[in-house]
């Protein structure tokens, strides 16, 4: 749920109005420390929700061969001596 605050808005009005919504929203990192939020229609949350879970699968494995190449190098260094 979120609230416009404009004054005489029946959906925000204080201790009455519960606000507009609810109303889904996709926060994206760019970076230096800036978020982009980007709101949902109801018809592609499904999408957007399924896409969010294959961008965290595709992290996780990068993760994974970011640690492989670690220890890869880690061993040649400890060769090299």
């Known amino acids: 749920m979120v ?11 204080k201790g009455k109005g519960k606000g507009h919504g609810p109303i889904w929203i996709l926060s994206v ?23 969010r879970r294959a961008f965290a699968q595709m992290q996780k494995v990068l993760k994974q061969i970011a640690q492989v190449n670690l220890e890869l190098f ?7 001596r």
């Open 3 to 13: 609230r416009c605050n404009k004054a005489g808005c029946r959906f925000c009005e």
């Open 29 to 51: 990192s760019l970076g230096n420390r800036q978020v982009r939020q980007i709101p949902i229609p109801s018809e592609l949350k499904k999408e957007v929700e399924e896409s």
């Open 74 to 80: 880690q061993e040649r260094k400890r060769q090299r």
